[in-house]
């Protein structure tokens, strides 16, 4: 039963990430998307872009720290990667390729340790 249900979640996650990125792809459609207050619009640059391959859901991610997907999910959760950037929507961990570089990149200049 639980291979099922690791199953149908890795399939919701999949679609879901293959929905944001068609989503996220297209700067205009972007756009419609960004909170205003009332009467005002939102001035967003022409050459603003998100590239196609920054935007990564948990298994690219779990891969590029070398560590499978339920370790990243637990030390998540566990606070054990402290100031590793994602975002949760609907329950599905949403990373920046170029943030979490970012974030290794930071982690080794000081020497940080994590999950020891």
């Given at each position: ?10 399939i ?7 929905i ?47 560590m ?49």
């Open positions: 039963m639980e291979k099922k249900e690791f199953l149908a979640g890795c919701i996650i999949g679609a879901s990430i293959i944001c990125s068609f989503i996220l792809k297209d700067s205009n459609l972007l756009r419609s998307f960004i909170p205003t207050s009332a009467g005002q619009s939102v001035s967003v640059p022409s050459d603003f872009s998100i590239r196609q391959n920054d935007i990564i859901g948990i298994y690219d991610a779990a891969a590029y720290l070398g499978d997907d339920s370790s990243l999910v637990s030390a998540i959760n566990s606070n054990k990667l402290r100031g590793l950037p994602y975002t949760k929507i609907n329950n599905n961990y949403i990373f920046s390729r170029k943030l979490i570089e970012q974030w290794v990149q930071e982690a080794a200049k000081s020497n940080k340790s994590y999950l020891e």
